[in-house]
Each structure stands twice: as structure tokens, then as C-alpha cells.
Antibody, heavy 119, light 106 residues
């Protein structure tokens, strides 16, 4: 059974960079059919797709976040990571990683990790 | 950006009853719509993709229908484990989600 687990700091200061890593286990991260995605959910709000990456490093980003987002992959560690720069309180959210099947649907998700932006 | 509006925001039903959840898109998404189930503290679960196809391992009591701008998720007979928040998601123009419908026990 494929499993994804998010990890990273739970508290980030305003204007700094949020960094999270997703570790994939129980399956290969290096498959041409799969992309790997980050999604977030601010408190009391809906889900927002942040971006997706192939195992070769090809990326797609949400246009509204593109200027601040970088997603990269490390196939040797079966991990992919998110960096979100210049964070504000509006970036406080539960961040999920997921497998993005053929850039269509998100068929496996992690449980999510809460990141709070506060001084 | 395509906005997905889900209704109702909260649905109160009893086990054994039929649940009907709605998702309306601000413009046509063809059949490129999915439904997810999310329970607190757990990973969201893909239920339905391309409007009407059940994902692997999803019970037959879950069904999806619709195309264009109006979609429905139906749970034919609610089981205790079905009480959760349900989200729709479109992939016709990037990826956006609805705000969710909370299905709670009456």
C-alpha cells in the first residue's frame, strides 16, 4: 500500500520560507504515470492545489502561487519537497502531499501537517 | 479560475438514509470532476473520478453523476463510517476544489 508522509517545521516566521518534505513508501516514486502534488487547506477553508512534479522534475504550479513556490524531487530518497517563500499569516494551513495520477486526480494522500506562520 | 460550489454546506442524516451532495461549476468542466472523502486527522480518500467512475476499493453505495456544470454524489444507504466531509475537484482548467459538504449524523 502506497504511503505518503509529510514532515517539516510546524512554525514559520513571516517573510521566511516554508519548507516541507514528503516521503513516499510502499511504491516507486519513479514512474512515468505519476506526478506528485502539494495541496493545502487553511483553517476553516477549502482545499487549494499548490503544484505538482514528475519524477524527472517537470513542474506545474498554481498560477496564484507560482512566484513563491518551488517543488523539487529526490528520487534516491523517494522524496519530494515544497518551498514557499515570503510567507504571511495567510499561508497558515494544513499541507498535504499526494500522488497526482497522470495529472488527473489525487489518488493517495498523506495525513497532512499543520504549518503556522507567526512571529 | 473555475469555482466549484458545493451544497448543502452541512447535511444531517441518519444511517441507512440516502445522501445526495451537489457540486456546481462556474463554467463547464466536461466530465473532469472527482469526489473525495475526508475525515479529521486522516488522509483524504478519492471516491469518484471523471464524474461517475468509482476509484479502486470504493463500495458500490457511492455513485457519481453529472457533466458540464452540475454534478451529484449519491450515497445510497449511509453507513456509520460515511460521516465525513466531501469535496469535489475539477481538472478541466488547472485544479480547484469545492468548499466541502459536511455529512453529519442526525
Amino acid at each position: 500500500q502506497l504511503q505518503l508522509q509529510e514532515s517539516g517545521p510546524g512554525l514559520v516566521k513571516p517573510s521566511e520560507t516554508l519548507s516541507l518534505t514528503c516521503t513516499v513508501s510502499g511504491g516507486s516514486i519513479s514512474s512515468g504515470s505519476y506526478y506528485w502534488a502539494w495541496i493545502r487547506q487553511p483553517p476553516g477553508k477549502g482545499l487549494e492545489w499548490i503544484g505538482s512534479i514528475s519524477y524527472t522534475g517537470y513542474t506545474y504550479y498554481n498560477p496564484s502561487l507560482k512566484s513563491r513556490v518551488t517543488i523539487f524531487v529526490d528520487t534516491s530518497k523517494s522524496q519530494f519537497s515544497l518551498r514557499l517563500g515570503s510567507v504571511t499569516a495567510a499561508d497558515t494551513a494544513v499541507y498535504f502531499c499526494a500522488r497526482h495520477l497522470s495529472l488527473r486526480y489525487l489518488d493517495y494522500w498523506g495525513q497532512g501537517t499543520l504549518v503556522t506562520v507567526s512571529s | 479560475e473555475i469555482v466549484l460550489t458545493q451544497s448543502p454546506a452541512t447535511l444531517s442524516l441518519s444511517p441507512g438514509e440516502r445522501a445526495t451532495l451537489s457540486c456546481r461549476a462556474s463554467q463547464s468542466v466536461s466530465s473532469y470532476l472527482a469526489w473525495y472523502q475526508h475525515k479529521p486527522g486522516q488522509a483524504p480518500r478519492l471516491l469518484i473520478y471523471d464524474a461517475s467512475n468509482r476509484a479502486t476499493g470504493i463500495p458500490a453505495r457511492f455513485s457519481g453523476s453529472g457533466s458540464g456544470t452540475d454534478f451529484t454524489l449519491t450515497i445510497s444507504s449511509l453507513e456509520p463510517e460515511d460521516f465525513a466531509v466531501y469535496y469535489c475537484q475539477q481538472r478541466n482548467n488547472w485544479y480547484t476544489f469545492g468548499q466541502g459538504t459536511k455529512l453529519e449524523i442526525k
